[in-house]
């Protein structure tokens, strides 16, 4: 742009066009379109080559979801150059349903935002998105992948791979189901996490691999988006990862090591004598505030900790989170609630009795740091002591950025403390001594 169309006359050219584009047909808008193929950068085309699977990682904001989605509608409506033919049985795998839906089909680059002569049609009872040419794409949750069973398809998008739950169970049989027609493929997106599964992928020969940063998709995000995130979180651990793409291992000076987690995993748990839910709640319920880190683990006869879930979220209030801390509690049958008192005292009491006033519940105390706090249950995990049941990608991102000075992001690792009280709770070594029941 040059200096003479820059200011507040530029800014009424842009309005005054955006205004005349709204007063046009939506036919003639699709029609004035150049197609994706056209305006898709480089890292957004599907890779030459006879892969069976097509692992993009990029970091957030960089276009990966509007690739995956561009990709599937050329595979159901068999647009060339991408598709040589329709592909009428497609397969959509998020972390939840709620994510397959709100992000693979209905979010801003969902497949149901993408230009058609006549948009798909979601049925949200029979958990399908039916395009107008009659192909279908059913959505799962990595949550339960026994759930593509019985199920077969020519393609498949799965979105995030690196945070499924059960990742190697819903990835195994999600290819066992990917067998129709002469080629099928798969399309894997997602923000790299050096979990097991992704690292296996990387070195397969069947599997293609793009790399895609923030940065390349700075057109298409908030002015000022990309300095502000430089300033804040360049250089670090958390904006190599979330902005450059990068698979980041670990911290070497980190208290949990990923390995040792990833030798514990496990799909399912024995049979356990006690479970708790354990939660660490934040200071205040912004969205920028901590999360509140909700956590709960069991032990089994042997002694061995199994942990078994991680509900953790950001911006909950206290009844919200209370709610969810109370539905995990009834969800695993559990036998307590574990609920660290140091930000609400007997606040923490109040609301978790106006949830559900029949839960045991026990306050603890935190009276160490953090560091001091977590020691003994790191040592746990380096005995073979504690075991993740399926992946958490969130809470294991935490423990392996965890060092003595904290979080490299400088954010309070609220998973982990939830973690660390479950543990104890169970049974482990006793870290904190000031223990009362409420």
């Known amino acids: 742009m040059s200096a003479a169309h820059e200011g507040p006359a530029d800014d009424a050219f842009w309005r005054d066009l955006e205004r005349r584009l709204a007063g046009l047909p939506p036919r003639v808008l699709r029609e004035a379109m150049p197609p994706w193929s056209a305006i898709a950068r480089r890292s957004q085309r599907p890779p030459p080559g006879p892969w069976r699977q097509w692992l993009l990682m990029g970091g957030r904001g960089s276009g990966k979801t509007r690739a995956g989605a561009e990709w599937i509608r050329a595979q159901a409506l068999g ?6 033919r329709p592909h009428g049985r497609i397969a959509l795998v998020a972390e939840t349903l709620g994510d397959a839906r709100e992000v693979m089909v209905e979010g801003e680059s969902g497949l149901r935002s993408l230009d058609y002569g006549e948009r798909p049609v979601f049925e949200a009872t029979r958990r399908r998105l039916v395009f107008a040419n009659g192909a279908i794409a059913q959505i799962f949750s990595s949550e339960d992948p026994d759930s593509l069973r019985g199920y077969q398809f020519d393609a498949a998008w799965g979105d995030e791979l690196a945070k499924w739950t059960h990742d190697e169970a819903t990835f195994d049989n999600l290819q066992l189901a990917l067998r129709l027609g002469e080629d099928p493929r798969m399309v894997l997106t997602t923000t790299p996490r050096p979990v097991p599964l992704v690292k296996r992928l990387l070195g397969e020969d069947g599997t293609a691999v793009t790399r895609m940063p923030t940065g390349d998709n700075r057109e298409n995000l908030a002015a000022g988006f990309l300095a502000a995130m430089e300033r804040r979180y360049g250089g670090s651990r958390l904006g190599r990862q979330e902005l450059d793409g990068e698979m980041v291992e670990g911290r070497e000076d980190a208290l949990f090591r990923r390995e ?4 514990g995993r496990l799909r399912a ?9 354990a939660v660490d709640p934040p200071a205040s319920a912004t969205r920028r505030s901590d999360a509140c880190g909700i956590v709960a683990a069991g032990r089994a006869a042997d002694g061995i900790v199994y942990v078994l879930a991680d509900r953790s979220r950001r911006g909950l209030s206290p009844p919200q989170w209370a709610e969810r801390a109370v539905a995990l509690f009834r969800e ?3 036998d307590r609630i574990v609920a660290e008192v140091n930000q609400g005292g007997d606040m923490v009491e109040a609301v978790i009795r106006a949830v559900a006033p029949g839960v045991p ?8 740091g953090k560091w001091l706090r977590a020691e003994p249950v790191a040592a746990l995990y380096e005995q073979g002591l504690v075991r993740h049941v399926g992946g958490f990608p969130e809470l294991e991102d935490e423990m392996a950025d965890f060092g003595p000075d904290g979080l490299s992001n400088g954010r309070s690792p609220d998973r ?3 973690l660390v009280w479950a543990v104890t709770a169970l049974g482990g070594p006793v870290i904190e001594p000031r223990v009362r029941t409420i």
């Open 269 to 277: 748990a024995p049979e356990l004598r006690r479970i708790v839910v």
């Open 361 to 368: 519940v026990s306050g603890v105390r935190a009276t160490r």
């Open 260 to 263: 040792r987690i990833d030798a």
């Open 332 to 334: 695993l049958e559990a």
């Open 79 to 84: 647009e060339r150059p991408f598709a040589s």
């Open 416 to 418: 982990l403390d939830a």
